[in-house]
């Protein structure tokens, strides 16, 4: 796996599961246990998917209390959606500056205009 | 038809560099592609909107290349590449380098689908050939800049 912070990030939220448990941490903190009981699956596969979220620091586990409790670190989970809202903003202003430049085209000038130095596309080979 | 399925979609693969944006435009494919290919039209709407777009070179052709500077505060930003594959109304393949770092290269690829009725879907796809060029390509959009935005995150992670 990709060893830079944010792969890490996007990788460990690829998956359904792990998603969900992010989705429910963000409510509460919970024990493995409480995590596990929702799905079909062992308490070892939650506590693998837990060390995924764990790795990419996105949840954290107090070391001393018995119960462990898991609590989501809601500041990288925040770190990362805002780096991805802002792109997706930046290529959403784009596309809408090109929205503009489509309905500012003339319906015919859609395939060759006369001139046009670089005839782009048209020309037949 | 409301605006929202217009909103870009960002999608940020976890297997492999790649960024794909999807989009959707009340224009047929052809116009689309035109938007793309001539570049008057491309320099009214590429660069982000404080800033010019002045366009050397656009050789919209299978094998051909180009290269446009975007003038943002006295200062200029080169862009550079070349137009691997280009099919009229349906696909253009190309390459993307910023002029400030060389030897980085995207490979794109535009994606045009008729969605009839005057209606087209863009999808954008980038690959580039490191996980941290893919996200230092997704955290430009940070106004703080990439590296603080590392530092940022290395500080949330320290603490957690």
């Known amino acids: ?125 | 038809m409301t605006t929202s399925t217009h909103e870009t979609r960002i999608d940020v693969d976890p297997e492999v560099p790649l960024v794909r944006i999807t989009r959707e435009f009340d224009a047929p494919p052809a116009k689309v592609f035109r938007a793309h290919t001539d570049p008057e039209l491309f320099a009214q709407w590429v660069g982000p909107r404080d800033t010019e777009t002045r366009v050397d070179a656009f050789d919209c052709r299978t094998g051909g290349s180009y290269r446009f500077v975007t003038i943002s505060d006295g200062e200029e930003y080169g862009f550079r590449g070349c137009f691997h594959e280009v099919r009229p109304d349906e696909l253009i393949v190309q390459t993307f380098t910023f002029e400030g770092d060389p030897d980085g290269v995207a490979l794109e690829k535009l994606l045009l689908e008729d969605l009839g009725d005057g209606r087209t879907r863009l999808t954008s796809t980038s690959l580039v050939d490191s996980f941290a060029g893919r996200d230092a390509f997704v955290a430009s959009g940070m106004e703080v800049g990439v590296r603080e935005g590392y530092e940022r995150l290395d500080e949330v992670l320290a603490r957690s």
């Open chain 1, 1 to 125: 796996m990709a060893a830079d912070p944010l792969s890490r990030v996007f990788a460990a939220l690829a998956d359904p599961t792990r998603r969900d448990m992010v989705a429910r941490l963000a409510v509460t903190d919970a024990t493995v246990g409480e995590l596990a009981e929702p799905y079909d699956v062992s308490v070892q596969a939650v506590s693998k998917h837990l060390r995924v979220l764990e790795d990419a620091g996105l949840v954290s586990r107090s070391r001393d209390a018995q119960r462990r409790p898991v609590h989501l670190e809601a500041e990288v989970l925040d770190l990362m959606t805002t780096w991805i809202e802002r792109y997706r903003r930046q290529a959403e202003e784009r596309y809408r500056r090109l929205d503009d430049v489509l309905r500012s085209m003339p319906d015919d000038a859609s395939r060759t205009h006369p001139t046009d130095a670089t005839h782009p596309g048209g020309n037949p080979s």
